[in-house]
């Protein structure tokens, strides 16, 4: 079975400055989509960024990126120029294959954005 | 598209009570799921349906939790006999499956408080 795990339960960080989320994940799958959800204080879940695992370029949304390490598993965010806005619960989420499967997220990450 | 939507957005309930919470789907999605969310667990699959059949409904706690989908626009979750560590917000969410970079749509949540 698949596994998601965020090591870091909670994160703060000065406006502006350059943040890393962690994300590893476990599977004996080739091909896969990997995710980044954000979850305001609204409990909206907004899809930040996505990666497909056989595109080896990372993925980069405005000012946030991922660094995607295959052979490490491992999935990390960064939010650059951070601002009060990115103050939410961040989910790492792993989807085995497009057309017939589950989504499973890791049990996030709780970033604060400091003034 | 208004998005998926869910209903009630908040449910206070007795103990013992039936609770049916409700979703509308994006129209056309033919994947739909069901999580929960707490504290302790994160958000965790309950039962996730493609064309309108379970596919996988492991991840639901016991039989007191039921969960339909008689049509591609709806679907019930349902708690008979409520209790009080069922209190979790509850999301829906739906995508389309079998489509290259599908990310999946979240509904507001209903957020349960079993007393």
């Known amino acids: 079975a698949q596994t998601v795990t965020q090591s870091q339960p909670e994160m703060s960080v000065q406006e502006a400055e350059t943040v890393t989320l962690s994300c590893t994940y476990d599977?004996?799958?080739?091909?896969?989509?990997l995710f980044w959800y954000k979850q305001p204080p609204s409990r909206q879940m907004i899809l930040v960024i996505r990666?497909?695992?056989?595109?080896?370029q990372n993925a980069t949304e405005n000012r946030f990126s991922v660094n995607f390490q295959k052979a490490a598993k491992s999935f990390s965010l960064k939010i650059s120029d951070s601002q009060l806005g990115d103050t939410a619960m961040y989910f790492c989420?792993?989807?085995?294959?497009?057309?017939?499967?589950?989504?499973?997220f890791g049990k996030g990450t709780r970033l604060h954005i400091l003034p | 598209d208004a998005g998926v939507i869910q209903s009630p957005r908040h449910e206070v309930t007795e103990m013992g009570q039936e609770v049916t919470l409700r979703c509308k789907p994006i129209?056309?999605?033919?994947?739909l799921f069901w999580y929960r969310q707490t504290m302790m667990r994160g958000l965790e699959l309950l039962i996730y349906?493609?064309?309108?059949?379970?596919?996988?409904d492991s991840g639901m706690p016991e039989d007191r939790f039921s969960a339909k989908m008689p049509n591609a626009s709806f679907s019930t979750l349902k708690i008979q006999p409520s209790e009080p560590r069922d209190s979790a917000v509850y999301f829906c969410?739906?995508?389309?499956?079998?489509?290259?970079?599908?990310?999946?749509?979240f509904g507001q949540g209903t957020r349960l408080t079993v007393v």
């Open positions: 969410a739906s995508s389309f499956m079998a489509r290259a970079n599908t990310e999946a749509f």
């Open positions: 599977t004996s799958e080739s091909n896969y989509y």
């Open positions: 990666q497909e695992a056989y595109k080896q």
């Open positions: 989420a792993f989807m085995k294959h497009a057309g017939d499967d589950k989504i499973i």
């Open positions: 129209s056309g999605h033919n994947s």
């Open positions: 349906f493609n064309n309108n059949v379970p596919i996988d």
